[in-house]
T-cell receptor, first 115, second 112 residues
Framework: DTGVSQDPRHKITKRGQNVTFRCDPI?????LYWYRQTLGQGPEFLTY????????KSRLLSDRFSAERPKGSFSTLEIQRTEQGDSAMYLC?????????????FGPGTRLTVL | QQQVKQSPQSLIVQKGGISIINCAYE??????FPWYQQFPGKGPALLIA?????SEKKEGRFTISFNKSAKQFSLHIMDSQPGDSATYFC???????????FGGGTRLMVKP
């Protein structure tokens, strides 16, 4: 257990429904990252926060995706109008902001299946 | 597009053997090269990392070799054990390791 928790661990939804995932980072980490991992592939960067500010977004993050980190603590990732192509593992990671080259600690992920 | 290419996709090694996984990158702005280990149902966990100012880093049975001119780096697992059976990802980071680009992964199986 890395100290990064994600909820839920699994989510099955029907196409067109909205889903929201939550990530609780390690408490002293001010940087938080979201990645998407499809079966047999490496994680792909989606977005990251420094405290409550969203500083970078990948082009993979379409308009249907939105992420928030109110008060710089936990973060949520919402997918609106889900599509079958959204089926993947959504990983959250956190990292200390002070200093460079610090390790990103990953949570266990939320596996999304869109029927 | 920034890419990190990883090979092989899968690897079978006998217990006690050496496992070697290779990665190549394109973007010379990358300045941080970690390797992650992932077990089924778990998130990736950092195994070992290197910066381009050194050509080799060793931690226990795990060694990273780095060739800056060739833009390649590799992971060597010495005395491979069945417990090492997992998927391994190389990654490359820029902005002091803030942004990571991952390779496609190598599924390692160590036979007893």
């Amino acid at each position: 257990d890395t100290g990064v928790s994600q909820d839920p661990r699994h989510k099955i939804t029907k196409r067109g429904q909205n889903v929201t995932f939550r990530c609780d980072p390690i408490s002293e980490h001010n940087r938080l990252y979201w990645y998407r991992q499809t079966l047999g592939q490496g994680p792909e960067f989606l977005t990251y926060f420094q405290n409550e500010a969203q500083l970078e977004k990948s082009r993979l993050l379409s308009d249907r995706f939105s992420a928030e980190r109110p008060k710089g603590s936990f973060s949520t990732l919402e997918i609106q109008r889900t599509e079958q192509g959204d089926s993947a593992m959504y990983l959250c990671a956190s990292r200390q902001g002070r200093g460079n080259y610090n390790e990103q600690f990953f949570g266990p992920g939320t596996r999304l299946t869109v029927l | 597009q920034q890419q990190v290419k990883q090979s092989p996709q899968s690897l079978i090694v006998q217990k006690g053997g050496i496992s070697i996984i290779n990665c190549a990158y394109e973007n010379t702005a990358f300045d941080y090269f970690p390797w992650y280990q992932q077990f089924p149902g778990k998130g990736p966990a950092l195994l070992i990392a290197i910066r381009p100012d050194v050509s080799e880093k060793k931690e226990g049975r795990f060694t990273i070799s780095f060739n800056k001119s060739a833009k390649q780096f590799s992971l060597h697992i010495m005395d491979s054990q069945p417990g090492d059976s997992a998927t391994y990802f190389c990654a490359a980071g820029d902005n002091a390791g803030n942004m990571l680009t991952f390779g496609g992964g190598t599924r390692l199986m160590v036979k007893p």
